[in-house]
């Protein structure tokens, strides 16, 4: 080869290198890094996690499906969860009896959104799956403290860090979807801060009855937040809802709910028992 084509070459590699390098995310912006299996106590904890939330409505067919089968669906969803346990996170509630929209709801986390969506999608194809239908599906993914940070409200994220729920065990968990309006994106950071701490002031007395996660959906959603809410003490949550639609910073929901998903805390697979009866 010779020298003018050599020089030709390295032009074109280090061109294509520098292009490379230019279209390649910061390492902060990067996705959390996937532990070898997933670990519960550090995916419910971390950014960057993606959360799927899914309501589904058994059809009339289920009710055609022989007793025996929709039995073993249980197992069916049991074997499908351990199959995908090194890929996603996995919770299934019970909402049946409370919902007239759902009879159950799937919360699903992982790393990789393309996982969790492999998973409902050969959920979709067990038996339970195929004679249900989705009704609601929201993506969300969690995110550091936009507002209550030590160095914005030091006292405020001290009181959200000190507070620690220490009811029973939750039995209930609550899915809550909001939309901000124009108006409030266009708020002044400064303003929208004190917005949110007057949001957050009152909400420290229930965080001993109820657990609350966030997840940011702006842009990968009709949405901007799902909110999800634990409790054993549904009187409670009930008070912090007050609490909450109370303050200034309610004007600027153009949606908050619809739906409001209530469900009942369960194993994936007793679950589904409880739909087979």
């Known amino acids: 080869m010779g020298k003018t084509s050599k020089l030709r070459l390295g032009l074109v590699a280090g061109a294509l290198a520098a ?24 995916i419910l904890t971390q950014p960057n996690v993606f959360g799927l ?21 249980a197992d069916e969803v049991k074997r499908l969860v351990e199959k995908h346990k090194d890929n996603v996170l996995v919770d299934i509630y019970l909402t049946r009896g409370l ?10 986390h992982a790393y990789d959104l393309a996982k969790a969506q492999t998973f409902m999608r050969e959920l979709r194809a067990t038996t339970v799956g195929r004679h249900s239908e989705v009704t609601e599906t929201l993506v969300g993914i969690t995110k550091g403290l936009n507002y209550i940070t030590k160095d914005q409200s030091p006292g405020l ?21 909001v939309k901000k309006s124009a108006e409030w994106w266009n708020k002044p950071l400064e303003d929208r801060l004190k917005e949110i701490e007057t949001h957050t002031a009152p909400t420290l007395a229930f965080l001993v009855n ?12 009709d949405t901007d937040f ?12 009930n008070n912090l809802m007050i609490a909450l639609a109370s303050v200034p910073e309610n004007k600027y929901h153009v949606r908050w709910g619809s739906p409001t998903v209530l469900g009942t805390i369960h194993s994936p697979e007793n679950v589904i028992k409880a739909l087979a009866e």
């Open 210 to 221: 109820v657990k609350r996660k966030l997840y940011h959906s702006t842009g990968i959603d």
């Open 157 to 177: 994220n001290a009181g959200l860090f000190s507070a620690t729920y220490s009811g029973d065990a939750p039995r209930y968990a609550l899915m809550v979807p």
């Open 19 to 42: 292009a490379l390098a230019a279209n390649a995310l910061p390492a902060a912006a990067q996705p959390a890094a996937a532990p070898a299996a997933i670990e519960r106590g550090k």
């Open 226 to 237: 799902i909110t999800y809410f634990e409790t054993n003490d549904l009187l409670a949550f």
């Open 53 to 73: 939330f899914t309501t589904l409505k058994l059809n009339a067919s289920w009710n055609a499906v022989p007793a025996k089968a929709r039995m073993a669906a």
């Open 99 to 108: 919902e007239t929209q759902s009879d159950y709801f799937l919360r699903v």
